[in-house]
């Protein structure tokens, strides 16, 4: 991680290949969230070129005692936020309610649970799980995605979004629960 | 051993629990059909939502993003290297225009400031003339509006209630149709 504090501290000092191989070795990781986010690919492209440009813009903010890959989730977590709200779509602040215990999902397996393993192939459950992230509030997609795309740990999730990470593990279970429903309940 | 919750099954997928936990929940899904099956199901959503399809990205992306972050920072480089050389080019006009007049430094300034002078003397006389067209043009506003409400008011008395509405949307209609027409006008700079 020390790499992307070095890389950060040569573009500082003029150096365009330095953000050209911070631009590289994020361009996927954030073109997959904000891709699974906005759930259009031309838009995502152009969003993620945004954040980059805001980040380049904004670079000499940086804090190296923070991890730069959460400062620059952060910037894009922002970004598609204004995006939405300028675009009057679902405002998602996961501000409201963060010591809310009403957040937690219920925490008893549910009676008569299906196999959703002899019903569905793994390919199926891919396909499920993506028509199932449009229906599950974006707060929480946010979250999931963060956690199963990006694999960025509880306590990096924790840190972009300032939350504790009990919060922020039990939204995510939350998720899970809600996907687990759509496909049980599905064809 | 109880049945587990959901966040301890989520807990044991993702192995955070301490490894006598573990143990206990290893043998306790041994046992009991309905922890495991809750367990199995969980797992392979897990599994799932961990390989999910990525977004490719086009292989240009990297040039698109430094060529766009260049060429923004070109262009107030550009802004400001503009105001600069304005700048310079006036303090050089005065210098050569110094050293044309023979003159001394201090009458450069008097010269300069005589200058400044008239240019304020002929704003002040512009701003003058530009509230006299204002207000004259607020008079004739006021008229038009007097003699638009003396023809409604006439003709409130002298056509129906139906066509007065008539009239009004048609009105509306050409207004609006106008007011767009000329903005797309200017907006997009179409001739007609």
Known sequence: MNEDKDLVEKTLKGDKE?????VRKYQSPLLNYIGRMVRERELALDLTQDVFIKTFASLHTYQ???????????IASNYTIDYWRKKR????????????ESCRPNMQIPANEPSLVQKYELREIREKIEKALEKIPPSMRELFVWRHINEFSYDEIAEIKDLPVGTVKNKIFQAKEMIRKYLEVGP | MKCLSLDKI???????????????????IATCRNCRLAVENRKAISEAADSLPLFRVPPDFTQQVMARIFREKASTRLWIAGLATGFSLIVAIF???FLQSNLNLSGAFIQLNRILWNFVGSLSVFFVKSIKVVSLAFDLLLKLSGFIYTTLKSMTSAVG???????????????LTLFFGVRRLIWTGEKI
Request: glycine share 4%.
């Open chain 2, 95 to 97: 210098l050569a225009a």
């Open chain 1, 89 to 100: 779509i679902e405002a998602y602040s996961i501000d409201v309610g963060k010591n809310d």
């Open chain 2, 10 to 28: 989520y807990l044991y997928l993702e192995t955070e629990l301490p490894a006598e936990e573990m143990n206990r929940i290893n043998n306790h």
């Open chain 2, 161 to 175: 209630t139906e066509l007065q509405i008539i009239l009004v949307g048609l009105t509306i209609f050409i207004s």
């Open chain 1, 18 to 22: 330095a953000f050209e191989m911070i």
């Open chain 1, 64 to 74: 190296p005692q923070h991890k730069f890959s959460t400062w620059l989730f952060k």
